[in-house]
């Protein structure tokens, strides 16, 4: 934990470093309690800085010696202050040695060189390596890498680094060695060693340009059988980057190792990838459709990094989208690719249209906010967030928008052909997409600069006389934290017109062909766009394939909604048009409970029954929903994802006053009346959907499965004898996990009176498998029913840990961010709870209390009696005395004004 006074650092104040590293030589001595480090660098002063002092950084290690050009530095020869060391006034060419003793057995942040049920991992993503040794430690430095890897060969069999094996042997004492180089210059936060007893899955794999790989899943014994899919997905991942753009795999090998305590999803350190388990371990009986979905978009993901992100790096980490944002699109189009039908691409679009709305809005509505490239942290770990990452993919996903599938990809190769092996800026990307295709982009530039989501309202007006149509868009943006004025930004909106028989309409603008969707260019604050030659009053599909990361306004009615939500040719804005319409509906019933029943206090049953008797959900809504039900021409996929309601953080979303416990009644309301009124269609597409015979986890097959499973949590939100036999049944007879949580799933949230039965016979069959049990406690935490109490309870059980992230994520994160009814209870002991437990996770690991922590970071939205609780909870952690910067930055912005 850092306990050095908080610094905010600016993108403005960049400045190069004073020296560059040609190479570095690792020797590692690995011991839990105590590793030696041996760190021989060669280094140049560079031309770009008129610095004349080395400056290295180092957290949490013990300096041993120092030497420059051969001579051992006394302590008057060199300063430390804090995490930095200085080196004044060296000369122009340096070789540095440097020996530091560092203890990974102790160090819970899991960030730097730690231990793992026995085995040696390392992250060093943002800036781990500096706790491992002094270095440079930023991703402008880039060097070429020698490891010598040192250990115990019974305790640590494997020894692995980046790049290729040189060479191993055998030590004095039962020890071992490997020696490993990376033949590519990397920043050093792609670093990475592990020393472990583990097993692995191999293949030779032919590459395009005739050689050979050697492909590795290195996992723990007994995790043998669950490496298939993610072997799978990497040589899927190899071919897809070869064929659709032309980049090849650069090395001997590639390597991919799964660890249980782990911060983040995966690291794609060069050549080494780590990753957490819960993106490696799969086979049916223990994962669902997504985590096998999950997979292979993470194993794509880290794969793909090589290229965009590796080869091609950020010069600082306000960068940090320039190779998170590029290659989470990338990862995108591979996944949509695998599927390889336009409605699997529609139905994965939806669901990253999904998240942008459930997830990245609200962030850029609250006090964390940001820009795509930020220009300030306090810690860089707590801008890993849905903003960089993915409103980042959208940004890079309206290049391909704007300049279409080709041009888009003449800025890539672009890209590479002018910045291989260099650490370069989003401006850079920003300038090779504008030189390949001959175009301005400078306005573009503000996706990257400014915060918050614009709004896009839109007016329409049609002319029967002249057949004319006239679209206008008009563009705001929202002050955030330190912008409270936006320029118009340069925004592509996709438009379709739908005519009365349910037909896309031909488009012409200025006298021009545009075929059945026109991408209109929105760069002024206030633009009218006119179709001629429209031979009837169409409904305009806006925003298609959601075109951009926007919020439309436009007053559609329910007719019109219902008409694009049976017709349009667009499946995004066709699932769309279903959201709005069950948005307008649990928005009305939200209010309506809440101005009954204010949240100051618990209803009482007969109160909360009272209520609920005077709901009426309309045929208007019923029907249309049954219209998609039972549409056998649409895919199953698409009928799950239209059917599905908006989350209760997406309602809330558009609360003045969120108030948690009458969103969570109106939208059990609404899935209830939707199991009582569609029954009968609901158990015949239960029926229908039945995948008999071996599992698999193709996109038609997990298409039935999601559909299916929608129509039980249906049934079982009206609990019936019936319907809750059909989920013993399905629970005791399912064959694949996905099957087996969900029925589980259903009997915990339906309330079954063997519920608890099945939660204790599922802990006992799985309890060995880790990643089950995260699955066991999150179905728990977040169940209606589960109170701050009975999670204290769940606590205490054996298999919980708050030392194990996805062990804390899968109870107390998945309690504070996914059970909002008790969570935000009146008497404010779920906020008492998560300051309790965010101070407790900061003196163990600051990164997973950090994003605990954003759990309250939008407290100023609830009524003023949850407000207070919810003050009171965020001033009692920011007044602890040793809290670590990266909490210490989020309850601060929350509290701020």
């Known amino acids: 934990m850092r306990t050095d006074t908080p610094q905010t650092i600016y993108r403005k104040d960049y400045t190069a470093p004073s020296y560059l ?345 609250g006090p964390m906010a940001h820009p795509v490239r930020p220009d300030s942290f306090v810690e860089i770990n707590n801008f890993y967030t849905v903003t960089v990452y993915e409103k980042g993919a959208e940004v890079v996903r309206m290049y391909q928008t704007l300049l279409g599938r080709e041009g888009f990809r003449k800025g890539m190769d672009l890209y590479f052909a ?34 918050g989501t614009p709004i896009v309202q839109a007016e329409t007006r049609y002319d029967e006389a ?26 592509p909106v996709a438009v379709g017109l739908l005519g009365k028989d349910g037909r896309d309409l031909p488009l012409v603008i200025d006298g021009q062909p545009k075929g ?129 309601l908006p989350t209760e953080s997406m309602i809330a979303d558009q609360m003045d006053v969120v108030d948690p416990l009458a969103i969570h009644m109106a939208r059990q309301f609404v899935r209830a009346d939707i199991g009582v009124r569609l029954r009968a269609e609901l158990l015949a597409q239960y029926q229908a959907n039945e995948t008999p015979g071996e599992y698999s986890p193709d996109a038609a097959s997990i298409g039935k499965r999601a559909l299916k499973n929608l129509a039980l949590s249906y049934l079982c939100a009206a609990p019936d004898a019936e319907s809750l036999a059909l989920a013993e049944r399905q629970f005791d007879e399912a064959t694949n996990m996905t099957d087996r949580a969900a029925a589980l799933g259903a009997l915990v949230h339906g309330r079954a009176p063997v519920a608890p039965d099945a939660l204790q016979r599922f802990y006992d069959e799985f309890q060995s498998e880790a990643l089950v049990v995260d699955k066991w406690f999150m179905m728990q935490a977040t169940a209606p029913t589960t109170d701050v109490a009975t999670v204290r309870e769940l606590m205490k059980h054996p298999a919980f840990t708050l030392r194990n992230p996805n062990r804390a994520r899968s109870l107390v994160a998945a309690f504070c961010t996914g059970n909002a009814v008790q969570f935000h209870a009146p008497d404010g002991s779920g906020y008492a709870f998560w300051a309790e437990q965010v101070i407790a996770l900061d003196a163990l690991n600051p990164q997973v209390a950090s994003r605990l922590a954003r759990a309250m970071d939008r407290w100023r939205r609830y009524s003023p009696a949850l407000q207070e609780h919810m003050k009171k909870a965020l001033q009692q952690v920011a007044g602890q005395g040793k809290l670590s910067n990266d909490v210490r930055e989020v309850v601060s912005k929350a509290l701020a004004n």
């Open 418 to 451: 002018r910045h291989d092996g260099q650490a370069v800026t989003c401006d850079d990307f920003r300038m090779a997409m504008a030189d390949a295709n001959g175009r301005d982009l400078t306005q573009f530039e503000r996706w990257y600069s400014q915060a």
């Open 466 to 491: 002249a057949r004319t149509y006239e679209l206008r868009l008009i563009q705001t943006c929202p002050a955030t934290p330190g912008q409270p004025e936006k320029l118009p930004f340069h925004i």
């Open 516 to 644: 059945s969707t026109a991408v209109l260019e929105l760069t002024e604050a206030d633009q009218t766009f006119v179709f001629s030659d429209v031979p009837e009053q169409p409904t305009p599909s806006i925003l298609r394939d959601f075109s951009a990361p926007v919020i439309l306004k436009h007053g559609y009615s329910d007719a019109e909604l219902v008409h694009l939500f049976n017709h349009d040719s667009d499946p995004v804005n066709r699932w769309e048009a279903g959201q709005r319409l069950a948005m307008a509906r649990l928005l009305k019933l939200a209010s309506d409970i809440a101005l009954k029943n204010p949240a100051a206090d618990a209803p009482n049953a007969s109160a909360r029954t009272a209520v609920l008797e005077q709901m009426n959900l309309d045929e208007v809504f019923v029907q249309a929903m049954r219209a998609i039900l039972v549409d056998e021409s649409l895919d199953p996929a698409f009928r799950e994802q239209a059917l599905l």
């Open 21 to 365: 590293v040609d190479t570095v030589e690792l020797g590692f001595d690995l011991d839990p309690a105590r590793t030696i480090v041996a760190n021989r660098m060669t280094m140049q002063r560079n031309p770009d800085s008129s610095r004349r002092d080395i400056e290295l950084y180092g957290e949490d290690i013990e300096l041993v010696t120092i030497r420059l050009n051969g001579k051992t530095l006394d302590e008057g020869a060199y300063a430390i202050e804090g995490s930095i060391l200085r080196i004044p006034d060296a000369p122009d060419s340096v070789t540095l040695e440097i020996e530091t003793i560092c203890v990974p057995e102790s160090n819970t942040t899991l960030s730097g060189l730690y231990v793992s049920n026995g085995n040696f991992y390392t992250q060093c993503e943002a800036e781990g390596f500096r706790r491992i040794t002094y270095f440079p430690d930023r991703p402008d430095v880039m060097a070429k890498y020698m490891v010598m890897l040192r250990a115990d060969k019974e305790k640590f069999p494997v020894l692995l680094s980046n790049g290729n094996l040189v060479e191993e042997g055998e030590l004095p004492d039962g020890r071992h060695y490997a020696k490993w180089e990376d033949p590519f210059k990397k920043p050093s936060y792609l670093f990475a060693l592990v020393a472990a007893r583990l097993v692995c899955q191999e293949e030779q794999f032919p590459l395009a340009d005739g050689r050979t790989a050697l492909l590795q899943v290195w996992v723990e014994e007994g995790n043998l059988d669950k490496t298939d899919y993610a072997m799978q997905s990497l040589k899927h991942s190899i071919r897809w980057d070869e064929e659709r753009w032309d980049l090849e795999l650069d090395l001997d090998r590639f390597m991919i190792v799964a660890v249980g305590d782990f911060n983040m999803g995966a690291m794609e350190n060069k050549g080494l990838n780590i990753f957490n388990t819960k993106f490696v371990l799969a086979n049916p009986r223990v994962a669902t459709d997504i985590d096998f979905q999950g997979i292979e978009a993470v194993v794509g993901h880290e794969y793909f990094h090589n290229w965009t992100g590796n080869r091609v790096t950020c010069r600082d980490w306000f960068q940090l989208s320039l190779k998170e944002g590029l290659t989470v699109f990338r990862d995108q189009e591979f996944s949509a690719d695998m599927i390889g039908t336009d409605t699997g691409r529609a139905v994965t679009r939806i669901d990253q249209v999904r998240t942008l709305r459930q997830a990245q809005f609200p962030e850029d509505a």
